[in-house]
């Protein structure tokens, strides 16, 4: 029994512990725009199609398992994991938008906004590098 209960504890605290981290979006940084979480909600969701300076932005998200994904778009978004997929899948298919690009990891993440001043991203914050420019916390 008591080996039960510091399972059961530590698996709590996992999972308290995995709620609150935090996520930062992410840009290049020679990105000059500054955005709020309304604004990044719009981009996500694919109803801005450019950053406020007027210049495309490329959307880029972690793998529906990462768990900055899912903290990302339950705070950011006020979506689940499947409400998301369902949502783009909708836009997919009736021809009014392309879902972003899924990279498979932080590492991934950082390399693409570093190298692309259009890009647009999440990782938890504990990756965050001073390679990319930090735009907002969730």
């Known amino acids: 029994m008591n080996l039960l209960k510091k399972v ?3 698996t709590v605290l996992l999972v308290s512990f995995s709620s609150f981290a935090e996520v930062s979006v992410i840009v290049n940084n020679a ?13 996500y ?4 199609k450019a950053f406020p300076s007027g210049s495309k932005v490329t959307v880029l998200t972690l793998k529906d398992d990462a768990p900055a994904t899912e903290s990302f778009r339950q705070s950011a978004l006020k979506k689940s994991n499947s409400q998301f997929k369902s949502y783009w899948s909708k836009l997919a298919f009736t021809g009014k938008g392309t879902p972003a690009k899924e990279l498979a990891s932080a590492a991934d993440m950082l390399n693409a906004v570093k190298a692309d001043v259009s890009t647009i991203g999440f990782v938890d914050s504990s990756a ?3 390679d990319v420019k930090v735009i907002a916390k969730f």
Not at 45 to 48: C, H, V
């Open 8 to 10: 059961f504890t530590a």
């Open 31 to 43: 990105n000059a725009d500054t955005l709020n979480a309304k604004t990044i909600k719009r981009i």
């Open 45 to 48: 969701l694919g109803k801005m």
């Open 128 to 130: 965050v590098t001073g």
